[in-house]
């Protein structure tokens, strides 16, 4: 235990900072921020709306509970996010929230982390291979892929036997922890259908590996669709897509659009998501993707604030996981968060009313 966290550990909150203002002699220069400590924040991309939410949500939850900030973005480049994450440390933070961007590229850079006692929340995405990860805050992310499938079978009236319906297949990014989850997720309430047959990928493509999208890239994802469209579908349409998330949906809406669908006798298909980003929201509201997946971000920057506060108190962080989350080295205490299905029939509901977005932002 490093002497600075044992300091906090004692103060632990406003009560005690009034304690330590007097113990100091009553100095007052010292910002009650500079007393609770500097997190570090390391983020993937600012290229996607969600993490520009989560960045700015869990900054302010932060500062509202009186700590500095440093916030870093990746750019979805792993290199990277490993020198800003070495640069945090040497600046000398207490506390590391991070999103990786891959699970696997942060075992030297956590030990140096380690090696300066500064403790690590894996946020959203399970870091791996590294003993040096202490907390898991996320949400529900095989309830993520349920929700998406749920949605296509609803849609498609496959529980009343309907079909057979042509399906293709999308996932995320090989190396985000969350893209099997979303994946077996799904998997699990689709496979029935396409053992009965009711569902038919004609690609062929089902494995998790024939089907990821490396960096969950949008236009990465249309060139796949545009290759499906062309090698599989001559006089068939596609029916439904499973895709695991907004930009990915978005950027199989372009292929599909550029093929002709949308209009006349090919009727654009199911298109799940996830994030609620607003591109995808507009685009539910205007009848083209289907649906998506809302987690609310700002309860997850409030979860891992509460975490880090914990920590830096020495306080055991509220964990609601029903299982230990492994990470290849060590069982990982989480706290998951429940996500929600948006289509038309509840935007309005849960978005707007939820505060999530305002009616002007929809329009
Ligand atoms: C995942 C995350 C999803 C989505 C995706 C692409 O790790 O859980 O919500 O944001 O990354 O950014």
Redesign the pocket.
């Known amino acids: 235990m490093r002497n600075r966290r044992a300091a906090l550990a004692v103060i632990g909150g406003a009560v005690s900072l009034a304690l330590t203002l007097s113990a100091c002699g009553g100095e007052t220069s010292e910002s009650s921020s500079s007393e609770r400590g500097t997190i570090g924040i390391a983020m993937?991309t600012q290229a996607?709306e969600?993490?520009l939410t989560d960045g700015k949500s869990v900054v302010e939850n932060l500062q509202g509970k009186g700590y500095k900030t440093k916030l870093v973005y990746g750019e979805d480049d792993p290199d990277t996010q490993v020198s800003q994450i070495e640069k945090l440390i040497k600046q000398g933070i207490d506390a590391l929230i991070i999103a990786a961007i891959d699970n696997k590229s942060l075992n030297g850079v956590l030990q140096q982390a380690a090696a300066a006692d500064i403790p690590v929340i894996s946020y959203?995405?399970l870091i791996l291979g590294t003993k040096n990860v202490d907390y898991y805050v996320s949400?529900d992310?095989e309830q993520v892929g349920r929700l998406q499938a749920l949605h296509i079978i609803d849609e498609l009236g496959l529980e009343d036997g309907k079909g057979p319906f042509n399906i293709e297949l999308f996932a995320?990014s090989p190396d985000?922890n969350?893209t099997k989850y979303f994946y077996e997720g799904a998997m699990h309430l689709l496979q029935p259908y396409l053992d009965n047959k009711q569902l038919v990928v004609r690609s062929g493509q089902t494995a998790l590996k024939e089907i990821t999208t490396l960096r969950?890239d949008g236009p990465t994802a249309e060139k796949r669709m545009n290759r499906v469209l062309s090698q599989s579908y001559g006089s068939e349409n596609v029916d439904a897509v499973l895709s695991p998330?907004d930009?990915i949906s978005l950027g199989i809406l372009s292929a599909l659009k550029s093929d002709g669908y949308g209009s006349g006798s090919k009727p654009l298909p199911i298109i799940t998501g996830?994030?609620a980003e607003l591109a995808s929201v507009k685009s539910i509201i205007a009848g083209e993707q289907s649906q998506t997946v809302y987690?609310d971000l700002r309860q997850l920057a409030e979860r891992a604030a509460f975490m880090a506060d914990d920590i830096l108190n020495d306080d055991t962080p509220e964990l609601n996981n029903r299982r230990a989350y492994g990470n290849g080295v060590k069982s990982v205490p989480a706290y998951l968060l429940q996500p929600v299905s948006v289509d038309k029939t509840n935007y309005d509901k849960i978005l707007v009313g939820g505060g999530y977005y305002t009616d002007a932002e929809l329009k």
């Open positions: 993937p996607s969600r993490w959203d995405r949400f992310n995320g985000d969350n969950w998330y930009g996830q994030d987690k």
